[in-house]
């Protein structure tokens, strides 16, 4: 495109920009995408600030009929410039950062005071210090498929968010909100879109596959700014700010259980709002700076800059996109239900077969409730959505499949006999995976007269919240569909780890080793609360007994008998024992714990006199061993691509830069 003209003005031409690319429409529109540094968080340039503050002022007098923005990759633009990529130390500089702060801050300014109807798309994880200009606008709208940590990228580097990304945040929803919510966010815990939608921070989250569609009606309809929250007096005043920010501090502490020692960024943060409110002056802005650039330095910091890049590494999207259309389950328990929902959110239509109607009826039902929890109650929207889920009790929509996903078949002559099924009934270029992460790929494919076919694809648990999809592969499998399918992985926003065929793979056999672990300690006398809380505290999500629980303590018991032929471990007793009484943890209603309609009830909060410390210890070594035996096995040649699968597959804790890094003293 080389035509900019709009309404009787000139306007500068898409190709006079090196790290914008400008798209006037014939409705008098223009769209910029905005180039960032490609990373896993990607960075912005001062140069591209300069770049799109000159034309964002250019534009003020003209008669534009509205504004939209994105951030963009280079690829992905007509930009000029040289592909980049992020370099996390340059955050070690004061003056960098200060440019940043200053930088952003002048944009968001000019945004908000623009007579230009301005809307922002977040459909990718944002640039640090991105949200800032995001949040300025009149509408932003993202993905459903997004999370805090990537509105709020500059916690996956230990650092925390620009000055005025803060005030922004302030403005929309009020000072503690703001606070709690990003600080939150600093370890990782999960806000979906919705949720940030339900705050405030955003004023739309849709599906990915809509995103465009509702740009156009936004820019129709031009819904009115929200009126952005007045900061309370009190909140002017330093004594108020100074209890405030001790309140949060104990939340960190109590809730969230965030050291200090481990996570100094959100503290520095609540230090910074302290001093300085939500004043953006000179002062101000090198306090930032200065906080950023110290941080930056921090071992701390430099092992979740690593994670970032192997990250980085595992998620980097093909030239040539490979999407997801028609994705058939053979299944219809909790783990497909999450599957689902999570794919239909991407805009994806799903098929869900199995022989009985009533567990089709009762994984629609389910299905359902998880849309509703993610989206809120939009019937409108939550119709739209069901609209593409299809109930199928004979596979007739096997041979329009692009993925067809066998889940929850345990036994290895059932997989056989259905993936010789599958071979037959297909399209020819339909992937065909196994969700199991215990069944020998290679006896499956026995069965086969195409075993190329075959892979493993398995979701980890959590299937929507955690990132990693674990990729398994036989010496038989073809290369192309093996790397088609990493490919459609990378385009539901996952990220693919490929992986050599052992059982249990890397996410299962790393957390049930982890849950046997603490099963062990309680069989020794160490009450649940102890255990787990103490578990919580070396920053994993949740302690081994829970998660034994949530996980299903059958499942687990399937894992390590699986695992106790190949590895020669110890199963528990006590497991044993729970798994035959029925037992089996929530969805049982009882295993460590007890539980009613799906929630945990109380339970007596037990002493115990033993070192804490040693539990601690305890537990991180089974975790940080088993990593090392998982290298000596050849799960994987890469000790960085371990650490990188245990962090975004379980959990452990980013900011020791992985189990392999920890056990060399991090």
Partial sequence: MNIARLKGRKTLLMNDFQYLTVRPDSEQRIWVDIQMMEGTPGTLEPDTLSELKHYLTSIQQQSVAGLVLRFATHKETDSTSTVKTADYSVFQNIEYNLSLIQQTQ??????????????????????VGGMALALATDYCISSFSLVAESCFPENALGLHPFQSVIRQTIKRVGAFDALMTITASQTGVSLPADILFDKGFIDEAVPANKLYETTLITLHKKPGKKKALRIKPPFANKLRRTYTSSQLSRQLVKRLHIAEAHHPAPYALLELWKQYGSKANTTSQIAFAESLAKLAGTKYAGNLQ????????????????????HLHIIGSGETTCKIASYCLLQGIHVSLQDKRPDALEQAISVISNKIVTLTGKDTEKLGELLSHVTPDLKGEHIKTADMILLIGATHLADQQEKFAE??????????????????????????????????GIHFCYPACSTPLVEVSHTDKTDKQLLDRACNIIKHLNKIPLLLNNLPALLADRILVQYILQGIHLHQQGVPHNILDAAARDTGMPLGPLELGDIMGLDYCLRVAETMEKSFNIDVPFQLVTMVQTGKLGKKSGSGF????????LKSARLEWNGSIEALQSKLTAQITEEAAVCLEDGLLEDPGLIDAGIVLGTGFAPWTGGPLRYHRGY
């Fill in 106 to 127: 002048e944009i968001a300014d000019l945004l908000q005071s623009s007579p230009i109807y301005s809307v922002f798309i977040i459909d990718r994880q944002c640039p």
């Fill in 306 to 325: 690593r994670i970032a890049q192997l990250k980085y590494q595992l998620s980097r999207r093909p030239d040539e996109p490979q999407r997801l259309k």
């Fill in 422 to 455: 599958l071979e037959e009934y297909s399209r020819p270029d339909a992937i065909l995976a196994t969700h199991s992460s215990i069944i020998p790929l290679e006896k499956i494919a026995a069965a086969m007269l195409n075993p190329e076919r075959l892979l």
């Fill in 593 to 600: 714990y007890r539980y009613r309609n799906n929630n945990r």
